[in-house]
């Protein structure tokens, strides 16, 4: 396997505040706590040490035990469980949506991220253990989001009435979804392989949370990873004395709102990811996921008629903590009260709102974890990388939009000179000289000399992009051989990871897949991968 990156900044697919972020830019300093790099991490296990709750552990482990019944652990997974209860025993965390059939490919990206980074951890600081861990996101309720994965420019998806948290959804109508994935699939042994791995996840599993966490099992059990679902009594109930905090008291939605209006206030003007709300918890129960919100001296559970007062809602809280479920804003909170965790492994948007939160949990006296991007990478097979060679094109070349890509190569392979540029400062050092002249003479010209030189360098632009359209049509196999090239690897204009489901890349490289993932994806290295196998 051949291995190249590129810097986030070159792919012109990552924000500005992300750029900036990896960049360590001064500015962004007081949005986080350390920066991921291996010193960073010797700090913040040192700060993690005396700021994560001992008794948490035994809480957390037992809640895990119970989650895992009913599924084959590997060794490594058994290990990690029990490692879990010794104080020196740390964990990193990516989480991601229930996504039907893992959805987007970058989902193996985050988990093979997380995987790694405990493996390095592990070897700069062997006195201590470091759990993988993925949190899935059971209590969302946008179905919309997840019940669908794409395979060859095919949405697969699964139609169906939902409401409540997503987790606890019955898996019942997936079986016309395993037609229609199998039909497509076709033969093959690795077909048939991807066709029992979803009957298995969905088929032999009543809800939704049991089923991923089955396929995330069955796909990165060997390595270690342990599979956390937050809509747990349990876990819930070492979250109530935070979330009584602040919903009473507002203290997310103060601090929030204050971090965003210093990010507004900084030069680079950057975009907000999320905005709080003055409670952000949602009410759950059975299929029901509400909002919280407050009017007057009630709490009302928005769209129904459930509501308490002060009193009551605490009471509520502390009876039935299963009943609040964190909203975005608060779940890395929650996440952080429960675990011993180092870092938090997340795309561009993920990290972005982690950003808006350090003084939040500041506030709330939990320690703020390591923010570290998850892996990205863009996977070519031998037959597409002979495909770049044999045009000339490069990696780099496939991250231009299309039309940067087809201008730029029609330059450089067109048997005439299509690139104005000398002719133009030619222009502009002529009417520079009639500018001179112009003042000299009479100021009121240099209007008229201006107005000149604009039609003249638009006239030579529209020339040379007639010359280009000529040459477009003159070499239309080559530029159609590109186009179809880019739209392989770039599917919708896309990042390869954010349209393709693996199962596509796993029809290519079969139980070889995540292994190669493994050992081509490095997360402290901070760039946009290449994997050519």
Request: a neutral charge; aromatic letters at 12%.
């Amino acid at each position: 396997m051949d291995i190249d990156c590129l810097p986030f900044k070159q792919t012109g697919y990552f924000s500005e505040l992300f750029c900036d972020y990896i960049d360590k830019k001064e500015g962004l300093s007081s949005f986080y706590n350390r920066f991921p790099d291996l010193e960073g991490f010797k700090a913040q296990l040192e700060e993690k040490l005396v700021n994560y709750p001992e008794g948490h552990r035994t809480i957390l482990y037992d809640a895990l035990q119970e989650q895992y019944q009913g599924i084959t652990l590997s060794k490594s997974t058994k290990e990690h469980l029990i490692q879990l209860k010794e104080p020196i025993t740390f964990t990193v965390v990516t989480g991601h949506q229930l996504n039907l059939f893992t959805g987007p490919l970058y989902f193996l990206y985050k988990i093979v991220s997380t995987i790694n980074l405990t493996i390095a951890l592990k070897k700069s600081y062997p006195k201590f253990n470091f759990v993988p861990i993925y949190w899935m996101a059971t209590e969302d309720h946008d179905f919309e989001e997840i019940n669908f994965f794409n395979f060859k420019n095919k949405k697969i998806q699964w139609n169906r009435d939902a409401s409540g948290p997503v987790g606890r959804l019955s898996t019942e109508g997936l079986r016309e979804v395993y037609a229609t994935f199998s039909h497509e699939l076709g033969g093959g042994a690795n077909a048939e392989a991807l066709k029992d791995l979803f009957e298995r996840a969905y088929l032999q599993h009543p809800t939704l949370t049991e089923a991923t966490r089955y396929l995330a099992n069955e796909l990165f059990g060997k390595y270690g990873l342990v599979i956390v679902d937050g809509d747990d009594k349990r876990l819930k109930k070492l979250l109530v004395p935070y979330a009584k905090k602040d919903i009473l008291e507002k203290v997310a939605f103060n601090k929030v709102s204050e971090a965003n209006a210093k990010l507004r206030q900084m030069p680079e003007s950057y975009g907000i990811q999320v905005n709080p709300r003055e409670i952000n918890y949602f009410y759950v129960k059975d299929d029901l996921r509400e909002r919280i919100v407050q009017r007057k001296d009630i709490f009302q559970v928005y769209n129904t008629d459930i509501q308490f007062d002060k009193e009551a809602l605490i009471k509520e809280l502390e009876n039935h903590p299963e009943r609040f479920s964190p909203n975005v804003i608060s779940r890395p909170l929650y996440q952080e009260i429960i675990l011993p965790n180092l870092c938090y492994i997340g795309g561009g948007g993920e990290l972005a709102y982690w950003l808006q939160l350090r003084s939040t949990f500041e506030a709330m006296g939990v320690a703020f974890p390591i923010l570290l991007p998850r892996n990205s990478a863009l996977v070519l097979t031998q037959k597409q990388q002979q495909k770049l060679d044999k045009m000339n094109l490069s990696v780099a070349d496939l991250f231009l939009s299309r039309n940067q890509l087809i201008n730029k190569k029609i330059r450089e392979i067109s048997n005439i000179d299509i690139d104005f540029s000398p002719q133009k400062e030619v222009l502009k050092a002529q009417f520079k000289d009639m500018y001179d002249i112009a003042s000299q003479t009479d100021a009121s010209f240099l209007g008229a000399v201006k107005a000149q030189e604009v039609k003249q360098l638009k006239g030579l632009d529209a020339l040379e992009n007639r010359l280009l359209k000529a040459q477009k049509r003159k070499l239309k196999d080559h530029v159609e051989r590109m186009t179809l090239l880019q739209n392989e690897l770039f599917p919708g204009q896309s990042l390869q990871e954010r349209h393709l489901n693996f199962s596509e890349l796993y029809l290519a490289y079969g139980e070889g897949l995540i292994p190669m993932l493994i050992k081509g994806l490095h997360p402290l290295e901070i760039n946009f991968a290449i994997l050519r196998h």
